[in-house]
C-alpha cells in the first residue's frame, strides 16, 4: 500500500521559513518522480517543484530561487525547503509521486503565512 505523509506545515510570519517533509512507503523515491503542489482556498492545485528520478528539478515561476526541493533516498523522503515565504505562498501543501502516469497523493499540509 502507497502513503504518502507529509509534515512540517505551519503558521509563520512573512518572510519566515518553513521545511516540508514527505515521508513515502509503498514507493522508491528513487524511481519515481516526486513533487509538491499546493491548492489556496478558491484556486485550483497548482505545481510547486519537482524532482525526476534523475535529479532534474523543475520550479514554478512564483517560487523560484525561494524554494528548493530535495530527496533523501535512504530515508525514502523528500523535502521542500521554503523561504523568504509570502502570504500569497498560504495553501494546501500536497506531496505527490509519478512513475509512468501513476500518481499518488498525501493528504496535505497546511501552511499560513500571515503576521
Known amino acids: 500500500q502507497v502513503q504518502l505523509v507529509e509534515s512540517g506545515g505551519g503558521l509563520v510570519q512573512p518572510g519566515g521559513s518553513l521545511r516540508l517533509s514527505c515521508a513515502a512507503s509503498g514507493i522508491s523515491t528513487s524511481i519515481f518522480r516526486m513533487g509538491w503542489y499546493r491548492q489556496a482556498p478558491g484556486k485550483q492545485r497548482e505545481l510547486v517543484a519537482r524532482v525526476t528520478r534523475f535529479g532534474v528539478t523543475n520550479y514554478a515561476d512564483s517560487v523560484k530561487g525561494r524554494f528548493t526541493i530535495s530527496r533523501d533516498n535512504a530515508k525514502n523522503t523528500v523535502y521542500l525547503q521554503m523561504n523568504s515565504l509570502k502570504p500569497e505562498d498560504t495553501a494546501v501543501y500536497y506531496c505527490?509521486?509519478?512513475?509512468?502516469?501513476?500518481?499518488?497523493w498525501g493528504q496535505g499540509t497546511q501552511v499560513t503565512i500571515s503576521s
Open positions: 505527490n509521486s509519478d512513475y509512468l502516469g501513476v500518481e499518488y
